[in-house]
């Protein structure tokens, strides 16, 4: 695939996700009482004003995902679970998209931790250190997340032969986002 094409799927496929988790974060806010999230946080040792709690598409993850399960299936069924495939794919996509603007090899793997692995050390370094900082995670706990996150795709997209399913959405995202800085510092070489 072109260097032009892959960029484009990469755009094609964020903004799919970003429409699905945005259908996701609106409807649970809509059919969630900020009272019950509020005590639900708190429960959990955190404490998050209520008027932050009603702000649009605020919300820590881990209450999206316990709401999910509880009060939406429909809505995981048909806007988070495809969501997060996305997202992964647009990691996958971006990683590969990486490794090609600075090696110009194109790899057919699918694993995050295996593509990371063959980013250029400055790349993959520059990913790691400013993902950690960004979610506040130690190097341990990034490794940790890139592991458990490595075949989300595959796993999520055939989410009915799972008993049990995880995938740190935030990790996902945070990811992404760095990695498209790399992508822009090379593009602008």
Sequence with gaps: ???KKQASSIVIFEKAYQILWWETKKWLLSQINAEKIQKEIHNQGIHI?????TKKG???EEIYRKFLLQEGWD???????P???MLWFCNEL???YLIYLTTKRNLSWHELNKLFSVLLKEDSDYIKINTQKKMN???NEFNDLLLENKKTFVSWRYFHQ???LHSSFLFLETLFNTIKERIVYHSEK
């Design 162 to 164: 799972y008993k049990k």
């Design 83 to 85: 969501s997060v495939v």
């Design 1 to 3: 695939m072109s260097a």
């Design 94 to 96: 971006a990683l590969k």
């Design 75 to 81: 809505l995981l069924v048909t806007q988070y679970i």
């Design 58 to 60: 605020f919300l820590p």
């Design 137 to 139: 995670i130690t190097e």
């Design 49 to 53: 004003p209520m008027e932050t709690i």
